[in-house]
């Protein structure tokens, strides 16, 4: 369980984190959500003991963690995946923390194999890509087989097959029954595997909800409606206080009106149905919708397949 209560940062002038006060609980997967900028990164520093609070605090199983006595056996953090010792092997790396942690020798080999890095485990870790390293960072992270575990961006530049490892493995860490705490920009990318969300714009705690509520509290459900009376239809959805607009030949998009309501419409009044499907709205609208004002950088033009950083 990681607890924060008005947990603020301040650098200079800016406010990096606005009095976010939030709990991280087992057996599920929370996604950290904000823009670049939002202050996810410096909320998980101060959560690691690496940045104090200007004020605020945050404990981890209810202790700050600089006053944890065994650290890594409680938290398992994958910060920058890019911070290993270039000349060393991934054993050795491995090596080297579990024994300055006082961890048995063994959970290097468990470790490794849980990553799928036994294979390439005494060869140079500078040698790595990118998704090796981030393997690298997480049996590292779980080499105190910690309750708690914590990713900055762990999918940054992966590419597919390594997101969705990472992904199951999220999952399979909750499914254990571990706080599992994970940031990303991509919201497309904690649809998929986040149970709760925190979303924060500018430093400030914008929802704090299941992935589901977050949906339906920010993004307006539309029903496609197929009919060979389009236009009928469209005069009863608006009597009944709806809104109907064309959406190609014999379809509907109707807002403002639930499914069920649109059905019995149809039926009272005689009207042929071929369709009726409530779209869901995806997160990453709703979370666009959401942090449109908080974004701290808007790039001119987005490119397709560049970096969203102006
Ligand atoms: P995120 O991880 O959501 O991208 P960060 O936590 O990295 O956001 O940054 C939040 C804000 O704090 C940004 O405006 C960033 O420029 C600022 N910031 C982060 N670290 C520092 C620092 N060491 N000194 C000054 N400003 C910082």
Not at 42 to 65: C, E, H, K, Q, Y
Not at 230 to 247: F, K, M, Q, S
Not at 301 to 308: K, M, S, T
Request: proline share 5%; aromatic share 4%.
């Amino acid at each position: 369980m990681i607890e924060a209560v008005g947990l603020t940062k301040r650098y200079g002038d800016r406010l990096a984190v606005d009095h976010l006060t939030f709990t991280v609980k087992p057996g599920q997967v929370t996604g950290f959500l904000g823009p670049n900028g939002a202050g996810k990164s410096t909320t998980m520093r101060m959560i690691l003991g690496l940045d104090a609070p200007s004020s605020g605090t945050v404990t981890v199983n209810g202790r700050p963690f600089v006053e944890l006595d065994n650290p890594l056996r409680e938290v398992g953090a994958l910060l920058d995946a890019k911070a290993i010792h270039g000349g060393r092997s991934a054993y050795h790396h491995l090596l080297a923390l579990a024994q300055s942690n006082n961890l048995p020798r063994r959970r290097v080999d468990q470790v490794l194999e849980l990553v799928g890095l036994t294979e390439v485990a005494r060869k140079r870790a500078k040698g790595f890509s990118l998704g090796m390293g981030q393997r690298l960072g997480i049996a590292a992270a779980l080499l105190g087989d910690p309750k708690i575990l914590i990713f900055d961006e762990p999918v940054n530049g992966l590419d597919p097959e390594g997101i969705l490892w990472i992904r199951n493995l999220m999952k399979a860490l909750a499914a254990e029954g571990r706080t599992v705490f994970v940031s990303s920009h991509l919201m497309s990318e904690m649809e998929n595997t986040a149970d709760h969300l925190l979303v924060i714009g500018r430093g400030r705690m914008i929802a704090d909800c299941t992935v589901q509520e977050f949906i339906d509290a920010n993004s307006e459900l539309a029903v496609r409606v197929r009919t060979p009376e389009p236009t009928r239809l469209a005069e009863l959805v608006t009597g009944a206080g709806g809104r109907a607009v064309p959406d190609g030949e014999g379809t509907l998009l109707v807002t403002e009106l639930a499914t069920d309501r649109i059905g019995d419409l149809a039926f009272d009044n005689g009207v042929r149905l071929h369709e009726l499907s409530p779209l869901q709205a995806s997160l990453e609208q709703a979370f666009m919708e959401l942090t449109r004002d908080s974004v701290e950088y808007h790039a001119a033009v987005p490119a397709a397949g560049q970096e969203d950083r102006a």
